[in-house]
């Protein structure tokens, strides 16, 4: 079992996320979309994690419980990630991560599905905000995302408790 863990997130990493989250937060029903078709374009398989696109045959666009759950996880994610240094810990609103972990494991998601997440991500990022992406915000909101999925895994039991 791997121990997960992040790294320290820094005040540097902290501004970073907070600046491009303060641009991006406007657009977050789109963004959020953009993030997961993204996610569906590279893993089309992962459609199947969701029980309201399985058996579905409307695009995936124009899915009427699509857009708001990406809206939903997208805000999530960047919420976390703005508090992160200022709460110490990975915290997430209108859920507990106890619920994160149960939903995840019970639908299957494994750390492939959380690499093809990270990657999205970090796309739609990239390109929500070109004018400020670098290697440094790169760095950022990865390092963000995987204490978040550290988070989450350690309540799925796939993190030995240090």
């Given at each position: 079992m791997?121990?997960?863990?992040?790294k320290v997130?820094?005040e540097?990493?902290?501004?970073?996320v907070?600046?491009?989250?303060?641009v991006?937060?406007?657009?977050?029903?789109?963004?959020?979309?953009?993030?997961?078709?993204k996610?569906?374009?590279i893993?089309?398989?992962?459609?199947?994690l969701?029980s309201?696109?399985?058996?579905s045959?409307?695009p995936?666009?124009q899915?009427?419980?699509?857009k708001?759950h990406a809206?939903?996880?997208?805000?999530?994610?960047?919420?976390?990630?703005v508090?992160?240094?200022?709460?110490?810990?990975?915290?997430?609103?209108?859920?507990?991560?106890k619920?994160l972990?149960?939903t995840?494991?019970?639908?299957?998601?494994?750390?492939?599905h959380?690499?093809v997440?990270k990657?999205?991500?970090l796309e739609?990022?990239k390109?929500?905000v070109?004018e400020?992406?670098?290697?440094?915000?790169k760095?950022?909101?990865g390092?963000?995302y995987e204490?978040?999925v550290?988070?989450?895994k350690?309540?799925?039991?796939?993190?030995s408790?240090a």
């Amino acid at each position: 079992m791997a121990v997960c863990e992040g790294k320290v997130f820094t005040e540097e990493q902290e501004a970073l996320v907070v600046k491009s989250w303060a641009v991006m937060k406007k657009n977050s029903a789109e963004l959020g979309l953009k993030f997961f078709l993204k996610i569906f374009e590279i893993a089309p398989s992962a459609k199947k994690l969701f029980s309201f696109l399985r058996d579905s045959n409307v695009p995936l666009e124009q899915n009427t419980k699509l857009k708001p759950h990406a809206m939903s996880v997208f805000v999530m994610t960047c919420e976390s990630a703005v508090q992160l240094r200022k709460a110490g810990k990975v915290t997430v609103r209108e859920t507990t991560l106890k619920k994160l972990g149960a939903t995840h494991f019970k639908y299957g998601v494994v750390a492939e599905h959380f690499e093809v997440t990270k990657f999205a991500l970090l796309e739609t990022i990239k390109e929500a905000v070109p004018e400020m992406w670098s290697a440094e915000m790169k760095n950022a909101w990865g390092e963000a995302y995987e204490q978040l999925v550290a988070a989450i895994k350690a309540e799925m039991g796939e993190c030995s408790q240090a």
